[in-house]
């Protein structure tokens, strides 16, 4: 490999022109994108095969301009002119500008910019297919005359003028500097812009019909708030009404899968101790693990990416600003707390969209107060417990399911708005919020990559912990020190802790052990329970409840239960991005004891007031 | 006539009707990081702008701008001059 040779091609353009659509075209990789600006938030690397060898094509992060007024827009300068000094970057052989033939003059300012700068420029003209939809009609021919640099007009998503583009990344890498036209020359980019947007675009008729008729559904004065709450609520139903047929047939499956395993190690004659390991504990709490978690995963993740894809979450943040603002904090959060519902960790990188230093610190501490798709089944099976217990049906079930999660999002406000009057004191600063075209989601594609891309992801990770952690728990359950094993011991000592916030040590033991993954707190706890004994069978949610109340469950005990999975520590990879993203032990300390302390807090109340009354 | 003479006015981009087309004038005072950006994004004088919707929960208006659509806070918009269109 000679890698000196190996050349450099960056992919710039506007936030949310399908850079990474193309990026993902060109290379064959599998970058997610989505509908709303910043989702591309660090540069990925990739590799183009064209006729004159391989290229490396980087994936530069969305940008306005090149004046690095922003920390993505500082990445995007480096990337495109290249940084002298410490962490010294060469700037890249080749530009490839990707606008977004839908609103082309506004991608015209930051294409001239990079002109200015660059030689070897390509523009790449997407969504083509969207344009011509809007009755938008471009003029190839006249702006490769205007900007003398070669047009390549694409409709990324469905692989249209791919070919064309890697000839012409091929052609401009092989002139010679010579041959190359000087670098474009304006005195004042927006009124030229607006000058070749002029002579080149066409537009019949407005373009907008139908994104204005929409918005007046998902934004509108009187819809958007009860169109958001259904859209919340039908999420949640769906994903909680299918879900749980699946994890019981899951469950029966890796029934079987465990009986299995335990007759393969007798067979294999493998000694009590080291079968009992596997079978009682690393594969115990690993299937549960999958039959608590891969359903709703499976189910959650495809409709969130419909959302997503069709241009839903800017609305969302443009309807609840007032909210954010009145908190001091961006509005830009709710775009990050909706990541969260999907993963934590995820949400808190999401974070580097807002631009305020403040406004981000607050976004990353209250992330954690959304329930992820790791709590989501948990608190959705804590939940069946709790309405088994009160006889009531799949309907409360449903509504106690979203009236928590909006009790989590206005929980994460009351937060943010503590902090910018305390620790991160300050009021909302400005921003800006683009609101993207609606465009109809690719219903296949959007399940098949939400379920190989992120489900199987975040369920590999989970695994990854749950086995493990499912060892360490058998081996506190297993080891005796002076007739009592480790885990009772351990238990016994936080039984006062639990009992003081309506709940156990065996469920304090559970909580602490589940710190690397969420997903594990259930599974957890049924060992806890059956301490080192006879293996619990493989149980429907149903038998989960039987279950618990014959070790003492209440109601309130449930209701603790359900909040504290709500509001505590976030998981150990969510802590990790947050010191990663925060660079503070400072800040990554208040971000793991502010939901510690509240959701303790509201346990002791729940718990104090049920002793009174009841 | 007093309705020329309005016409005529520059006002910030906050007074534009809903539905309402207008051409921007310019920006009232730099605000830094704020103006650059709305600088960016393309609010530049002579440009037209179409105030295309406000917040169900007030505080914010959206604005197309170069064939986007972009919300901002009232805050941000009042920097924005713009006169009506001739």
Redesign the interface.
């Known amino acids: 490999m000679d890698n000196e040779k190996q050349r450099t091609v960056a992919l710039a353009g506007n936030p949310n022109v399908g850079k990474s659509t193309v990026f993902n075209a060109l290379t064959g990789m599998r970058q997610h994108t989505g509908n709303w600006p910043g989702k591309t938030v660090s540069g990925a690397v990739g590799t183009v095969h064209t006729s004159v060898g391989d290229i490396s094509l980087v994936d530069v992060p969305g940008a306005?301009?090149l004046?690095a007024?922003?920390p993505e827009e500082e990445i995007a300068r480096d990337y495109i002119c290249g940084r002298s000094g410490i962490g010294e970057r060469k700037a890249p052989d080749a530009v490839i500008c990707v606008c977004d033939a839908?609103?082309?003059?506004?991608n015209l300012?930051l294409t001239l910019q990079i002109m200015k700068l660059h030689r070897r420029v390509i523009v790449c003209v997407n969504l083509c297919d969207e344009a011509e939809k809007r009755g938008i009609t471009v003029d190839f021919s006249c702006l490769e005359k205007r900007l003398g640099v070669p047009v390549v007009p694409c409709a990324a998503r469905y692989g249209v003028g791919l070919e064309e583009l890697t000839a012409a990344l091929s052609k401009i890498l092989m002139l010679d500097d010579n041959a190359l036209p000087p670098k474009f020359d304006c005195a004042d980019i927006?009124?030229t812009?607006?000058e070749l947007?002029r002579e080149c675009v066409n537009e019949v008729g407005d373009?907008?019909v139908l994104?204005?008729r929409l918005?007046r559904i998902f934004?509108?004065?009187?819809s958007?708030?009860p169109v958001s709450l259904f859209l919340l609520a039908a999420v949640f139903f769906i994903t909680l009404r299918a879900a749980t047929p699946l994890s019981d047939a899951l469950s029966f499956i890796l029934g079987y899968a465990e009986a299995f395993a335990v007759k393969a190690c007798d067979l294999l004659r493998l000694p009590d101790i080291v079968s009992s390991a596997i079978c009682d504990g690393i594969l115990c709490v690993l299937f549960r693990v999958i039959s608590v978690m891969l359903p709703p995963m499976a189910i959650f993740f495809p409709l969130f990416t419909l959302l997503e894809d069709f241009g839903y979450l800017?609305r969302v943040a443009?309807?609840?600003?007032?909210?954010f603002?009145k908190c001091g904090a961006c509005?830009k959060q709710a775009l990050t707390l909706m990541m969260g519902f999907g993963c934590n960790a995820a949400g808190v990188t999401g974070c580097r969209i807002i631009?305020s230093e403040r406004e981000r610190l607050i976004a990353i501490i209250t992330n954690s107060f959304v329930p992820c798709n790791g709590r989501f089944p948990v608190i959705s099976a804590l939940l069946i417990i709790l309405c088994t217990n009160l006889g009531r049906g799949s309907f409360f079930h449903s509504a106690l399911m979203c009236s928590l999660t909006l009790c989590g999002i206005i929980l994460s406000l009351v937060v943010s708005r503590f902090l910018s009057r305390t620790l991160l004191h300050g009021t909302?600063?400005?921003?800006?919020?683009?609101?993207?075209p609606y465009r109809a989601p690719q219903i296949g594609h959007v399940i098949i990559r939400s379920l190989f891309d992120r489900t199987v992801f975040v369920l590999a990770r989970a695994a990854a912990v749950a086995a493990p952690a499912g060892l360490i728990i058998w081996a506190l359950g297993n080891i005796s020190f002076g007739g009592e094993s480790l885990l009772s011991c351990f238990t016994a000592l936080l039984d006062p802790i639990g009992h003081l916030a309506g709940m156990d040590g065996v469920m304090m033991c559970a909580f602490i052990l589940s710190l690397p993954a969420s997903e594990i707190i259930l599974p957890l706890m049924i060992m806890g329970y059956e301490c080192g004994g006879t293996m619990a069978p493989m149980m429907s949610t149903a038998s989960l409840s039987d279950f618990f109340i014959s070790h003492g469950w209440s109601s309130v005990t449930a209701i603790c239960a359900v909040i504290f999975t709500l509001v505590h520590w976030p998981c150990s990879t969510t802590v990790i991005t947050i010191y990663k993203e925060t660079h503070s032990i400072k800040w990554t300390a208040a971000a793991v004891l502010i939901p510690t302390v509240i959701g303790y807090s509201i346990c002791v109340a729940v718990n104090a007031v049920s002793h009174i009354f009841f | 006539m007093t309705d020329d003479f309005t016409k005529s006015q520059s006002r910030p981009l906050t007074e534009l009707k809903l539905g309402e087309s207008a051409v921007i004038d310019g920006l009232s005072e730099h605000r830094g990081a704020i103006s650059n950006r709305l600088l960016d994004i393309g609010f530049t004088s002579g440009c037209t702008v179409e105030c295309v919707g406000e917040s169900p929960l007030g505080g914010m208006r959206a604005y197309l701008v170069r064939g986007t659509v972009t919300a901002l806070r009232h805050n941000d918009a009042s920097t924005i001059l713009c006169r009506s269109k001739a």
């Open positions: 306005y301009s004046s007024r922003s839908c609103c082309l003059e506004r300012l927006p009124i812009a607006a947007s373009p907008r994104d204005r918005d934004a509108g004065k009187f958007a708030i800017p443009y309807t609840f600003d007032n909210c603002c509005g631009d909302s600063s400005s921003f800006t919020l683009e609101l993207p």
